[in-house]
């Protein structure tokens, strides 16, 4: 199996690379930091689930660089994307976040699993919440990703 974690967030990058290898030492994995470098490797290259942040940077950081304007609705800027090419690619969201957005694209998360599973029906799988300092999304991840395969 051959995932690709899209992710800006050190600490989650680390835990959830722990959590594949422990779960699913056989598979194969990539990182990518960004909408930009996400969004790239997802038309270049062919993953069997992609593990997706909501909020990024839009280009990669790089030392004394911002990444540009942060996306907080970064995953669903990039579903949008997918949608667009009708490309099919298998994506579970791994969010530390309950709330995404500002002002009128303000969205709880509970709303917002609603709206990605009716826009993105053919793309999105599921969302997890993370919790660093809990283990049950650990379990809850497994579980999506056993079914998905």
């Known amino acids: 199996m051959k995932f690709?974690?899209?992710e800006d967030d050190t600490n989650k990058v680390r835990g959830i690379?722990?959590?594949l290898k422990e779960n699913f030492p056989n598979a194969q994995y990539q990182i990518r930091k960004s909408y930009q470098s996400g969004l790239k490797a997802l038309y270049t290259e062919i993953f069997d689930i992609v593990l997706l942040d909501m909020?990024?940077?839009t280009f990669d950081i790089q030392s004394g660089e911002d990444g540009y304007?942060?996306?907080?609705?970064?995953?669903?800027?990039i579903l949008q994307e997918l949608k667009r090419k009708k490309k099919r690619?298998?994506?579970?969201?791994?969010t530390q976040f309950e709330t995404f957005g500002e002002g009128d694209s303000y969205i709880e998360l509970s709303n917002l699993k609603t709206l990605l599973k009716q826009e993105f029906p053919e793309n999105y799988i599921?969302?997890?919440?993370?919790?660093?300092?809990?283990s049950g999304w650990k379990l809850e991840l497994r579980n999506i990703i056993q079914k998905t395969v």
């Not at 304007?69 to 669903?76: D, E, Q, S, T, V």
């Not at 690619?89 to 791994?94: A, N, S």
């Not at 599921?126 to 809990?134: C, F, G, L």
């Open 69 to 77: 304007k942060f996306r907080k609705l970064a995953g669903m800027d």
């Open 126 to 134: 599921d969302t997890v919440y993370y919790n660093p300092s809990q």
């Open 4 to 6: 690709l974690i899209v």
């Open 17 to 19: 690379s722990a959590f």
């Open 89 to 94: 690619i298998r994506i579970i969201i791994v």
């Open 55 to 57: 909020q990024l940077p």
